[in-house]
């Protein structure tokens, strides 16, 4: 390969070919050093809050309440938005605190999912995005728990979710919401690293049995 054809191959599209690579993430791993999100102060007011009387859209084809949910305890994780395979992440979005990895935060859920129900916690993982956009990636990850939009706001407006703002989408920061008796028992955030969270999870449900 003459240096020409290397120049050419390397500025494909205009753009260093080492950059578009990096632009790809892939979506499965974290990268080293991301940025550790501190206590902001967002969250302090939900532990004790009764969840709202209201329905969102379910990737399982239906609408969750989750104040009329019957299961001893609840985890609702929200999440800022998963990514797209082949397309890149919001521009500067790994040096936003807590936004990257919520990939390998759900598949951590999938594969504690049925600890998770030895301990009585169901779970819901939720975010902003459409049902169709959380369809796709339920359907690629083989995610065996529901996922709720709350593209509308209702559930982020009602608690005061914090959030957080990127190329014009309002995004839910990473918080996780442990529910029992249809109140908010617990807050987890910030949440990190993403990855092990579950575990944290799991951690704490075991530290705290529900008493009969």
């Not at 790809?24 to 206590?39: H, T």
């Not at 009329?68 to 797209?84: D, N, Q």
């Not at 040096?95 to 990257?100: E, F, K, S």
């Amino acid at each position: 390969m003459g240096r020409s054809e290397s120049i050419t191959r390397r500025s494909f599209l205009g753009i260093p070919l080492a950059l578009a690579i990096q632009q790809i993430p892939n979506l499965n791993e974290l990268p080293p050093n991301l940025p550790v999100p501190k206590d902001d102060g967002g969250a302090r007011h939900l532990k004790g809050m009764a969840m709202p009387d209201l329905e969102l859209p379910s990737t399982s084809n239906r609408r969750v309440n989750l104040s009329k949910v019957s299961s001893p305890r609840i985890i609702v994780y929200a999440y800022p938005r998963t990514g797209e395979p082949g397309k890149p992440s919001p521009a500067g979005w790994d040096d936003i605190p807590g936004a990257r990895g919520c990939t390998p935060e759900t598949c951590g859920f999938r594969d504690h999912h049925k600890d998770l129900a030895k301990l009585h916690a169901e779970v819901f993982g939720i975010s902003t995005q459409s049902t169709a956009y959380q369809q796709e990636m339920v359907k690629r990850l083989e995610v065996p728990f529901e996922v709720l939009s709350d593209e509308q706001f209702a559930l982020t407006n009602a608690l005061r979710l914090p959030t957080f703002t990127v190329e014009g989408m309002r995004l839910l920061k990473r918080l996780t919401l442990v529910v029992r008796n249809h109140r908010i028992e617990h807050v987890f955030y910030p949440v990190f690293p993403p990855d092990k969270h579950a575990e944290e999870v799991i951690a704490w449900l075991e530290n705290h049995p529900i008493i009969a």
